[in-house]
């Protein structure tokens, strides 16, 4: 028995030298272990995984290994030579305890943080812009009281007029603060607009885009045309431009670049009740033309308001500002009823006073919401 062992052995010895002699060079190759996420952040390889060393095996040493180090799969058994001399049948069969595979911990890549930067091309997709576009009532007509001043600095404002007592610049934005469209502090639905839907959504900053000229007819507002009133009114910032319509769509598109338009307010009406007829028809031209400039939904949010109810001047137009829905997708009516005059302008049946404008404000915000699902 001694002798057959010793026979074994030789044997044995020989065959590890032809191994070694015979091995090709891909015998040695081992698996690349990946080393980093493919995420924004770097992962390290996982604990113990090691390069191999890059030796040339000698006749005594023994066959490199093909399989990797760090295998996190149990290797496969390897059949036990046969003893020279012995048949299978002489093998007595030993039970073995099996040994538990134990699966080493797989490391779970790190997700980077939500990006809550703006996206690409600057524009922050929380951001959410309104024009306001109109005459008297939407630039605000009665003052400001000391609780209309609180700021909420989730609600911005791009200024219309260089400011110089207020320290603002055309087309600069700032948080609000009355009056949006004027250097004075007077109050429109807009302030109270902004506050109510940045309450609304505590996430979310609410940018306001003033565009209200006092007294002017809705001429002023189309594409291409000049009002035969051109030369009553003054538009901003320096009365060069001769439509309103090219100051609005250039303000609105300089708000793209930081935020996403969700919706228009809308009051205008008191400078056309006399011939109201063709209203709604060039307030639909005016829309269209925009949402064509701005690359606008067709079914943006537009909220147009009635005007003054009894003993209002203009009460009379609420008829034909109610045909708008049918005319124009996603036009809303937002109520002006149970809201009261200002009478601190000599006239006392052509603005809302300001506890009017603080209401109508937050009834364009309830609309809005409504209107955008929110």
């Not at 200024?159 to 009056?179: E, F, H, I």
Request: with cysteine.
């Amino acid at each position: 028995m001694g002798n057959v062992f010793r026979r074994f052995g030789v044997v044995s010895v020989a065959l590890l030298v032809c191994g070694a002699c015979s091995g090709s060079p891909e015998d040695d190759a081992t698996g690349d272990e990946p080393s980093s996420y493919s995420g924004a952040r770097d992962v390290p390889a996982r604990p113990g995984a090691t390069t191999p060393p890059n030796t040339t095996p000698t006749p005594n040493d023994p066959p490199a290994s093909t399989t990797p180090e760090n295998t996190e799969t149990p290797a496969a058994n390897v059949d036990t030579p046969l003893v020279p001399g012995v048949t299978p049948a002489e093998t007595p069969v030993v039970t073995t305890p099996e040994t538990p595979v134990v699966t080493p911990p797989v490391e779970t890549p790190v997700e980077p943080p939500p990006v809550e930067t703006p996206v690409a091309d600057g524009v922050d997709p929380s951001f959410f812009i309104f024009l306001l576009i109109g005459q008297s009532n939407m630039e605000g007509v009665p003052p400001a009281q000391a609780q209309d001043m609180t700021q909420n600095p989730r609600v911005k404002v791009l200024a219309l007029n260089n400011c110089g007592q207020r320290n603002q610049v055309y087309n600069q934005w700032y948080t609000a603060t009355p009056s949006l469209h004027t250097c004075q502090s007077t109050l429109g639905p807009g302030d109270y607009f902004g506050k109510a839907m940045a309450d609304a959504l505590p996430n979310n900053t609410i940018g306001l885009v003033p565009a209200a000229i006092a007294g002017v007819d809705i001429d002023y507002f189309r594409k291409g045309v000049v009002s035969a009133r051109r030369n009553e009114f003054r538009i901003p910032p320096d009365n060069q431009k001769m439509s309103a319509y090219d100051m609005v769509v250039e303000r609105a598109l300089l708000a793209q670049k930081v935020g996403v338009i969700k919706g228009i307010l809308f009051h205008q009406g008191e400078s056309d009740a006399a011939n109201a007829q063709p209203w709604p028809g060039k307030v639909k031209d005016m829309l269209d033309d925009l949402k064509a400039d701005l690359g606008l939904a067709n079914n943006i949010p537009f909220l147009a308001g009635e005007l003054l109810y009894p003993p209002g001047c203009c009460s009379g137009m609420h008829t034909t500002i109610a045909q708008l829905p049918a005319m124009i997708p996603g036009a809303v009516v937002v109520k002006a009823n149970g809201l009261n005059a200002f009478t601190g302008d000599g006239a006392g049946n052509l603005h809302f006073d300001t506890a009017g404008q603080r209401t109508f404000g937050q009834r364009y915000a309830q609309a809005m919401l409504g209107a955008l699902g929110l």
